[in-house]
C-alpha cells in the first residue's frame, strides 16, 4: 500500500508556509489520494493502475503549491469572515460579475503578500546560495562601490557640506585686508576700529591673534598657543562658556593695566590636563608667561577654532586673553586675522562693498596704506576654511562615484549574464505555469537581495575604510572635528546600489517580454550567452572610459607626488634634529647654543623663529629698498625670520652672497639682515644686493616692541620653502636675533645623534639653562618634510588605490564578458576549428572580440578626460594636466592589462575539442 | 455538446458547486468531488490538485469551515461545513445563476434574423 503521507510531502513544496499548517496540508490531501487509490482498486484496477489513477489527480505539484499560497495557506479562516464585498450588492448580474464577486475575494491578503516576498527571498538566497561564485562577485564589487563611496562621502559631508559647528554658521564671514603683493593679509587695531565704524552689514567684527606662550605650572612647562583676541571674539563662535563667563569690553582696558592681573579664559583641554577639572578655577590666578591671568572662564570641551590654514590660527589654542581695539596708531603692527556675522538679511555681495568703501575710507586716512592700494576682501568663513581641500575632495568623490558607477556596470553585466544563462530554467519555470509577473518579480527579488547583503558588506568596508583615512588625513583635514561614518550617505549610497542592482534585473526581466518557450527549453541543457546583446559590451566600454579617466588622474597625482619627494626646499633636512623653547633670554639662547655645540657628534647648532614648514604662526611685513619712492613704499612684503649664527649651515641653506650673522651683529652696531634671492632679484634686479639699505621692521627692545630700521644687506640666501614644499607664498628676510627678539625660537642641530639620545641631552641641557623652560617638538626635520608631504601622500594614495580598484573591477568585467561569450560560442568554435581553423586564430578572434570595447572605452574616456583634467591643475606640481606621457603610459597599462583579462577566456577557447563541441549540439 | 464542459464554465462556477454540495451536510473533500462528478454524469470532474485549493480558499474566506474528525478504526478526516456566511452567499449566488442562465436560454431560443 503506497505511503501517500510521504507521497506528498516529497513533492508539495510550500515554502513560507508554518509546518503545522503545512503538515495538516499535506495530510488531508494524503487522505484524498487514498480515497482515489481505494476506489481505483475498487473499479477493479491492479495496484500500480490503482497507483497512477490516484497521482494522476494531482499532475502539477509547482501549480498547486501557487494555487494553495494565493488562496493563503499561511493564515486559515476559522471563524465567519465579512464577506461585504459580496454582500452588499443587491443585484449581482450574471456570471460576470460572479467571477468578478470571486476575483475581488483573491486579491491578495498581507498574509499573502508576505508569504510571496518571504517565498521570494527564500528562492533567491537559495539561488545565490548555489552560485556562490556570482554572489561573491556580485556583492564585494557592489561593496567596495558603495563602501568606498560612503567613505569619502562621510568626509566630503563633514568638511564641504555640514555647516561649521558655531552659532549662525551660515552668517560667519573672514575679513582679509590686501596691501601691496599680499591679498590675505591681517589687520591692525586701527585698521578693525575703523572697519568696525564704518560697516552696516556686519553685526559683530572680532580679530583673533595666536602667538606661543609657555604654562609653567606645578609639573614640566608646557608650550602652549596663546589666543589674543578682541572681547566679541568668543561669544561669536561659542554659544556659552563651560565655566564662568566670556571677555566683557572692560577686560580689554584691564589688559593694559599693570596693577591688575590679565583676565583670561581657558580651553577645555588645559583646564582638564593642567588645572585637573578643578570647577574652583573661575576667580583664581594662574601662572601663564612671565606673568600671570586670572581665569575667568574655562570653554566647552566641543569648542575649536576652524581657520583657513594660512591665517596661522590652529586649532588647537590652549587659552585667550584680549586686547584692546586701538584706533590711536595707524602704523601699528598688522597681526589680527578679522572674522564677522552678517546682519540677518544681509549677504557677501553687500559686505564685500561696504568693505571696499571702508577700504577707501581707510586709504584716505592714513597715506601709507592708501600707497599700498589696501583693500578688503570678505568671504564666506566655511568657504574659506575649506577653499584648500576643496579640490581634493571633490575630484576624490568623483573618484569614487566612478568607481561605484564601474561597480554598478559589473553588477548589472553579472546579474545580465546570470539571466541570460537561465534562459533555461525560466522557460522551464513559465512552462509549468509561472506567470510573466511572477518570473519578473522574481527575477527582481533576487536583485534587490543582491544589493542588500553588497550594501550590508558595504557597512563594514565603508567603516574600515574611514578609520583607515582618518590615521593617513594629512593635517589640512584635521582640523574639521569629528569624522565618522555618514549614516545618511551611507542610506543614499545604497539606495543607489539596490537602485542599480534591481535595474539590472529590470533589465534582465525585460528581455523575458521575448522569452520563447520552446527555444529556452531546447537551450537549457546548454549554457546560453549574450551574442546579440549589445548591453554587456557597452558596459564594459562604460568601466574602461572611467577607469581611463580615474588612472588618468591618479597617474598625474602620483606625478606630482614624485615630483615633490624631488623637489628642492631651499635646506637639507637629513641628519638634522629640531625642537623649540620659548620665553627664553639672548643670553640662555647663546649658552644652550654653545653647551650643545659641545657634544660629540654635533656639527652645528642654530636657532630660528620659524622653521621651515612648521606650524609657528607666521610673522610677516613690508620692507623697501633705500631711495624707494614713496608709491614704492609697503609694496614688497616678505617673511621675517629672526635667527642666531649658524643657522643656514645648520639648515644646509645655500649662502649664495655675502656672509652669515656673527655674534657682533647686535643692536649697537650697524643693523645688518640677510635677503632670500627673490627678494634680492626683485629689489635690485640686475645688481648685488650686498651692501645695499633695506627698510624693515625689527624690535631691539623686546619682543611686540616693533620699530622701523634701516639695515645693511650682508647676504643672500638661496628661497626656502617655508610654507609649503611646492607654493611660493612671499621672500624672506633674516635678522640677528638681538634686533629681532622673539618670544619663541626652534633650534636647529646637525647632527647624526638618534632623537631619543638627543632628547636627553637636549631636555638636560636646556635645564641648567633655565628649569622654567619647556621644550617642545622634539623631532627630526625629516619628520617635518614628511608632515608637509603628506597632503599630496594621502591625495595621491587614495586616487591610486581608487584607480587600482576601478583596474580591478574594470578587468572582471571584461573577463566576464568574455567568459560567456565564450560559453556561448563554444560550438561555433568547434566548427570553426573543425573546418581548419587554427589555435592561434581562434585566440586572435576571441581577443579581438574581447578588446573591441576596449578600444572603444579608451577613446571614449580619452575624449572626455581632455575636457576635465584641467580641474587636476590646483593639484599638479611640475606635471602638466595633458602630459603626453601620462595618456601614453595609460593607455599602455589599460591595453595590457585587458589584454591579460581577455587572455584567461581566449585560452579556454583554444582548447576546445572540436568533437565534443559538435557532439554537445 | 462536448462531454466536458468548457474549463473556464466549470471554473466559474466550481466554488459556488461546493458550496451547493455542502448546503445539506458536511462532508469531506474527495467526497464533494465524487458527488459533483455522479451528479453531473462525469461531465463535470474535479481533481484533488484542482478541488483542494478551492476549499482552501472557501475556508479562507469563511465560507465554508473545516475540521478534522476522527472516528473509531478510521483515519481521521477533514470535514467541511458551509457557515452562515456561506448560505448566504450561496442563496445570491444560486439566484443570480439562475437568472444567467433563464437570460442566456432566453437568448439562445430565439432565431436572430
Known amino acids: 500500500m503506497p505511503d501517500w503521507l510521504r507521497y506528498v510531502r516529497d513533492h508539495l513544496s510550500l515554502v513560507g508556509c508554518p509546518a503545522t499548517r503545512e503538515a495538516e496540508i499535506v495530510e488531508e490531501l494524503a487522505d484524498q489520494l487514498e480515497d482515489a487509490y481505494q476506489e481505483a482498486l475498487r473499479l477493479g484496477l491492479s495496484d500500480q493502475e490503482a497507483c497512477l489513477a490516484a497521482s494522476d489527480h494531482v499532475s502539477d505539484w509547482a501549480k498547486l503549491a501557487e494555487d494553495l499560497r494565493r488562496a493563503g495557506f499561511l493564515r486559515p479562516q476559522t471563524g465567519p469572515k465579512d464577506p461585504s464585498s459580496l454582500l452588499n450588492r443587491k443585484r449581482p448580474t450574471f456570471s460576470v460579475e460572479l467571477n468578478n464577486q470571486f476575483a475581488g475575494a483573491y486579491k491578495s491578503s498581507i498574509a499573502a503578500i508576505t508569504s510571496n516576498v518571504c517565498q521570494d527571498l527564500h528562492y533567491g538566497l537559495r539561488v545565490l546560495a548555489k552560485n556562490p561564485g556570482f554572489g561573491l562577485m556580485a556583492v564585494l564589487t557592489l561593496a567596495v562601490g558603495v563602501g568606498a563611496n560612503t567613505a569619502i562621502f562621510s568626509f566630503v559631508n563633514t568638511i564641504l557640506i555640514r555647516p561649521l559647528p558655531y552659532p549662525n554658521a551660515d552668517r560667519l564671514a573672514i575679513i582679509l585686508a590686501g596691501q601691496g603683493n599680499a591679498n590675505r593679509a591681517p589687520v591692525s587695531t586701527f585698521e578693525l576700529f575703523h572697519i568696525r565704524e564704518q560697516t552696516r552689514e556686519l553685526d559683530q567684527i ?246 542588500l547583503i553588497g550594501g550590508a558588506v558595504a557597512l563594514g568596508i565603508g567603516w574600515a575604510a574611514v578609520r583607515a583615512i582618518l590615521a593617513a588625513r594629512p593635517p589640512s583635514l584635521t582640523n574639521f572635528g569629528e569624522i565618522h561614518l555618514d549614516w545618511r550617505g551611507f542610506a543614499f549610497t545604497l539606495a543607489v546600489a539596490v537602485s542599480t542592482s534591481v535595474l539590472s534585473g529590470l533589465v534582465s526581466a525585460f528581455s523575458l517580454r521575448s522569452l520563447h518557450l520552446t527555444r529556452g527549453l531546447k537551450d537549457a541543457s546548454r549554457p546560453v550567452g549574450w551574442r546579440g546583446y549589445s548591453g554587456p559590451r557597452v558596459l564594459v566600454a562604460a568601466e574602461v572610459a572611467l577607469a581611463f579617466m580615474l588612472l588618468l588622474g591618479a597617474g598625474l597625482l602620483v606625478r606630482t607626488f614624485v615630483n615633490i619627494l624631488h623637489t628642492d626646499p631651499g635646506f637639507r633636512a637629513i641628519d638634522v634634529a629640531t625642537f623649540r623653547v620659548t620665553a627664553a633670554s639672548y643670553q640662555a639662547l647663546e649658552q644652550l647654543q654653545k653647551n650643545l655645540l659641545a657634544f660629540p657628534g654635533v656639527q652645528t647648532v642654530s636657532a630660528v623663529s620659524h622653521l621651515p614648514l612648521d606650524d609657528t604662526g607666521n610673522w610677516y611685513d613690508y620692507y623697501w629698498k633705500e631711495g624707494a619712492p614713496a608709491d614704492q613704499q609697503n609694496t614688497v612684503m616678505a617673511d621675517h625670520r629672526s635667527t642666531l649664527p649658524g ?117 638636560r641641557e636646556v635645564a641648567v639653562v633655565n628649569k622654567n623652560l619647556a621644550v617642545t617638538h622634539l623631532e627630526s626635520l625629516s619628520a617635518v618634510v614628511v608632515r608637509a608631504q603628506a597632503e599630496s601622500r594621502f591625495v595621491s594614495l587614495l586616487a591610486t588605490l581608487l584607480s587600482v580598484i576601478a583596474l580591478l573591477l574594470a578587468c572582471v568585467g571584461i573577463y566576464g564578458v568574455l567568459s560567456c561569450s565564450i560559453a556561448q560560442r563554444t560550438h561555433e568554435i568547434g566548427v570553426r576549428m573543425a573546418i581548419g581553423a587554427g589555435r592561434s586564430r581562434v585566440m586572435t578572434m576571441i581577443l579581438t572580440d574581447g578588446l573591441s570595447p576596449v578600444l572603444v572605452g579608451l577613446t571614449g574616456g580619452f575624449t572626455v578626460s581632455s575636457f576635465v583634467t584641467h580641474l587636476f591643475t590646483r593639484l599638479l606640481f611640475r606635471v602638466h594636466p595633458g602630459d603626453p606621457a601620462n595618456y601614453a603610459l595609460i593607455v599602455f597599462i589599460l591595453i595590457l592589462v585587458s589584454a591579460l583579462a581577455a587572455f584567461l577566456p581566449a585560452r579556454r577557447a583554444t582548447k576546445v575539442d572540436p568533437v565534443a563541441a559538435l557532439r554537445s549540439e | 455538446m462536448s462531454a466536458l464542459f468548457n474549463r473556464e464554465l466549470k471554473k466559474g462556477s466550481a466554488e459556488l458547486l461546493v458550496l451547493c454540495f455542502l448546503e445539506a451536510r458536511p462532508r469531506h473533500g474527495y467526497e464533494i468531488g465524487k458527488l459533483i462528478e455522479t451528479h453531473s454524469n462525469k461531465r463535470i470532474q474535479f481533481r484533488v490538485g484542482s478541488l483542494y485549493p478551492i476549499l482552501c480558499r472557501l475556508e479562507q474566506r469563511g465560507l465554508i469551515s473545516g475540521r478534522w474528525v476522527e472516528k473509531p478504526g478510521e483515519r481521521r478526516r477533514r470535514y467541511y461545513r458551509i457557515t452562515i456566511e456561506g448560505r448566504r452567499v450561496l442563496c445570491r449566488q444560486r439566484t443570480a445563476w439562475e437568472e444567467f442562465v433563464a437570460t442566456i436560454n432566453q437568448l439562445l431560443s430565439t432565431k436572430y434574423a
Open chain 1, 647 to 763: 643657522y643656514f649651515s645648520s639648515i644646509g641653506a645655500t649662502l649664495v652672497e655675502g656672509r652669515d650673522f656673527t655674534e657682533s651683529d647686535d643692536a649697537s652696531h650697524q643693523h645688518v639682515v640677510i635677503v632670500d634671492d627673490v627678494l634680492a632679484k626683485e629689489l635690485w634686479p640686475g645688481a648685488t644686493a650686498i651692501g645695499q639699505k633695506l627698510n624693515i621692521s625689527d624690535s631691539p627692545g623686546g619682543p611686540y616692541q616693533f620699530q622701523r630700521d634701516w639695515a645693511v644687506v650682508v647676504g643672500v640666501v638661496r628661497h626656502v620653502q617655508c610654507h609649503s614644499l611646492t607654493a611660493f607664498v612671499r621672500p624672506q628676510i633674516y635678522v640677528p636675533y638681538p634686533v629681532a627678539p622673539r618670544p619663541s625660537m626652534s633650534f636647529v642641530i646637525r647632527t647624526r645623534v638618534a632623537i631619543p639620545e638627543l632628547g636627553v641631552i637636549v631636555r
Open chain 1, 206 to 451: 572680532a580679530g583673533i591673534w595666536v602667538t606661543d606662550a609657555t604654562l609653567p605650572g606645578e609639573g614640566d612647562a608646557e608650550q602652549v598657543k596663546r589666543g589674543v583676541v578682541t572681547s566679541n571674539f568668543l561669544p561669536l563662535l561659542c554659544p556659552k562658556p563651560q565655566l564662568g563667563r566670556f571677555f566683557r569690553p572692560e577686560d580689554e582696558d584691564r589688559q593694559q593695566d599693570d596693577k591688575h592681573a590679565r583676565a583670561i579664559i581657558l580651553s577645555h583641554g588645559v583646564w582638564v590636563r593642567r588645572f585637573a577639572s578643578d570647577p574652583g578655577i573661575i576667580g583664581r590666578s594662574v601662572r601663564i608667561g612671565h606673568g600671570s591671568g586670572v581665569v575667568i572662564g574655562v570653554l566647552p570641551a566641543s569648542f575649536r577654532l576652524i581657520f583657513p590654514n594660512d591665517a596661522s590660527v590652529p586649532s588647537n589654542v590652549e587659552y585667550f586673553d584680549t586686547i584692546p581695539v586701538d584706533a590711536s596708531d595707524p602704523g601699528g603692527p598688522e597681526f589680527l586675522h578679522l572674522i564677522g556675522r552678517l546682519r540677518r538679511g544681509s549677504n557677501l555681495a553687500r559686505a564685500q562693498g561696504e568693505g571696499n568703501a571702508t577700504a577707501a575710507h581707510l586709504r584716505s586716512l592714513d597715506s601709507k596704506i592708501a600707497l599700498a592700494n589696501f583693500r578688503i576682501s570678505i568671504f564666506s568663513l566655511q568657504a574659506d576654511d575649506v577653499r584648500e581641500v576643496r579640490t581634493s575632495l571633490v575630484l576624490l568623490f568623483g573618484g569614487v562615484a566612478f568607481v561605484l558607477l564601474i561597480a554598478c556596470a559589473n553588477v548589472a553585466n553579472l546579474v545580465m549574464a546570470r539571466a541570460v544563462r537561465r534562459v533555461g530554467e525560466t522557460a522551464i519555470r513559465a512552462a509549468v505555469g509561472a506567470s510573466r509577473g511572477r518570473l519578473v518579480r522574481q527575477l527582481l527579488t533576487e536583485s534587490f537581495l543582491l544589493g
